[in-house]
């Protein structure tokens, strides 16, 4: 009986922590600076299909196009190769754009080939980098300008390249990219005034991308514009919010650590050098957005030159990599995963599945093993709260006696029965414990497989290829034979079933309920279970079953070191069907 209280209180728990807790904060702790808008067709909506966790073009056609516009703009002669561990790609002479980058670490399924970051202006999926200068009275290096660079130039962590480009008033303006071995571009943007009167220039750096190929974006996951200002990120407004907009524009309060944009799993952002800039995020229409950062104005005079440092981080959100910026002085870096409120106990959850991955090598045994963990840690504790629960049931009788005496006296009787419980030695919350031990596991392991790029596409065994995602073969299409999709609160799969009759068994173990109506309760809520778990990553439901499978062998563990419980759990079942088969 306790058990099952138990348990209740535990499905309840989870339920409220997964869903119930960003959206509570959001409620009670708005934030000041987001805009509130009204509705409008979000691209997904447009298109028909819901964007993926991994983001990309929604539509055949705009991907028939991508693949086409892609083909023509990387075959513009002058393009300068980068080659590093972490990105590959190129630069456009034309503009100075760091335009087309592919990250070398992750794949893309669909496309079979290096998950794309950057893409060229004008392709459907555009997304890329701008080094700049504005200024009046004088001539400044454009979108269009094609830039010079050393014949046979490429940017490796070994070798930066150095773009100029002089205008008629002998002008002198360069940019030096440098990469490193993982994700960061830096930029050295300088200009040399070789001409005769003073110049005023503002440097700026930019970023611009479509919405179209934006992630999953929900109450939870954020994607769109972010950035830290102040040493506090903002995951405040996403695309919808921006466009709507008074001129589509937000202009940033606070010192800009970095912005840019994000999505579950990728991130474009700049970030400024030692000199303070301004920042704005604009909607340019038609899907597109920007990301700008613009310096303080400088005077050149004849003969002097000036520049500013910008660094440019472009592709995944590995956890390590992104720590590893932040010692380098980049604030809150690490913190462009949105880990939520409960970072604290989720980060050391997930370096803990890493080592078990380092040490097995399959993220599927990490979970097993992890729950293995779990389950040890609590073993003595569930050893307790059997002597709790055979305690409480040793005090039943007496219980039976006190509410029969002061049935008329609430206040009375929580006194008296307070005094039982302390003369007797027990805890009426000691069952408890396990489980409340296990709820942030539970929802550690459900943010990590939700947000880190570590666990995408993690295969487990046999039909299991990802499991950050739903268990793919449901039992509705006969496990993927029949050539439909099913709808996700019906996808059934497997794993569902096995969490579902992995669930029932444990019940089977616990007391039977006198109450019919939590005998009924309890008869359903496995199956009950089955469907609300059912569309979650298949890596959780693993944790879960193998959680179930530890719980009932732990049973039957504790029922043979303690045959009085055995004996006890066995009556209260006779019991319970002797009363139904009277009333019958």
Not at 89 to 105: E, M
Request: hydrophobic fraction near 45%.
């Amino acid at each position: 009986m306790e058990n099952q209280r138990n348990l209740i209180m535990a499905v309840v728990l989870c339920a409220l922590l997964l869903f119930g807790w960003d959206a509570a904060v959001s409620y009670f702790y708005p934030h000041a600076n987001k805009p509130v808008v009204a509705a409008s067709p979000t691209p997904a909506a447009q298109s028909g299909e819901k964007p993926s966790r991994d983001g990309g073009l929604l539509s055949a056609a705009d991907r028939a196009a991508e693949a086409r516009d892609l083909k023509t703009a990387l075959a513009t002669p002058g393009r300068i190769a980068i080659a590093a561990p972490g990105l590959s790609g190129s630069i456009n002479p034309a503009g100075a754009l760091l335009d087309d980058l592919v990250t070398n670490r992750h794949q893309n399924q669909e496309r079979n080939g290096a998950e794309r970051i950057f893409s060229p202006v004008g392709t459907p999926a555009e997304h890329y980098a701008q080094i700049g200068w504005d200024g009046q009275n004088v001539e400044l290096p454009g979108p269009n300008t094609v830039w010079t660079a050393p014949a046979g130039a490429k940017l490796t962590p070994e070798t930066p390249v150095t773009l100029t480009w002089t205008n008629a008033a002998g002008m002198a303006f360069a940019i030096t990219y440098k990469i490193d071995k993982d994700y960061m571009i830096s930029a050295d943007a300088s200009v040399a005034n070789r001409g005769a009167a003073p110049v005023t220039v503002t440097p700026f750096a930019r970023l611009g991308r479509t919405s179209k190929t934006a992630s999953l974006d929900t109450w939870n996951i954020h994607s769109g514009p972010f950035g830290a200002f102040d040493e506090k990120v903002s995951f405040d407004a996403d695309y919808e919010d921006l466009a709507e907009l008074p001129g589509g524009l937000q202009v940033n309060e606070g010192k800009a650590n970095w912005i840019g944009f994000t999505d579950i799993y990728w991130m474009s952002a700049l970030i400024p050098g030692k000199e303070t800039a301004s920042t704005n995020y604009r909607s340019l229409g038609g899907q597109l957005f920007q990301a700008n950062m613009f310096y303080k104005p400088v005077a050149v005079a004849p003969g002097q030159s000036a520049g500013v440092s910008t660094r440019l981080f472009a592709g995944a959100k590995e956890g390590d990599v992104l720590a590893a910026y932040e010692k380098t002085g980049i604030a809150k870096f690490s913190l462009a995963i949105d880990w939520g409120w409960f970072r604290w106990f989720e980060e050391p959850i997930f370096w803990l599945l890493k080592k078990l991955f380092s040490l097995a090598g399959n993220f599927g045994v990490a979970i097993i093993l992890l729950t293995l963990i779990v389950r040890g840690i609590m073993f003595p504790i569930a050893q307790r709260q059997f002597t709790s629960m055979a305690a409480m049931k040793a005090i039943q009788p007496k219980m039976k006696a006190l509410q029969e005496r002061y049935k008329d006296d609430k206040q009375k009787l929580q006194e008296e029965t307070l005094k039982l419980y302390k003369s007797e030695g027990v805890n009426p919350l000691g069952g408890c414990l396990p489980i409340f031990l296990q709820i942030p596991v539970f929802f550690a392991l459900y943010k990590v497989l939700t947000l880190a790029v570590e666990m995408r596409h993690q295969p487990f065994a046999l039909w299991i290829k990802d499991l950050s995602a739903p268990d793919p073969l449901h039992v509705l299409n006969l496990f993927g034979l029949l050539p439909f999709e099913v709808p996700g609160f019906l996808g059934i799969g497997v794993l569902a079933i096995l969490l579902g009759v992995t669930m029932w068994a444990q019940f089977k173990l616990n007391p039977a309920s006198p109450d019919p109506v939590q005998q009924q309760v309890f008869a359903i809520m496995p199956w009950m279970m089955m469907f609300i778990m059912a569309p979650f990553a298949a890596g959780l439901l693993i944790y879960w079953i193998t959680s179930n499978l530890l719980t009932i062998l732990q049973q039957w563990y504790l029922y043979s070191k303690h045959p009085q419980m055995r004996a006890m759990v066995e009556k209260e079942r006779a019991d319970v069907l002797a009363a139904k088969k009277n009333k019958q």
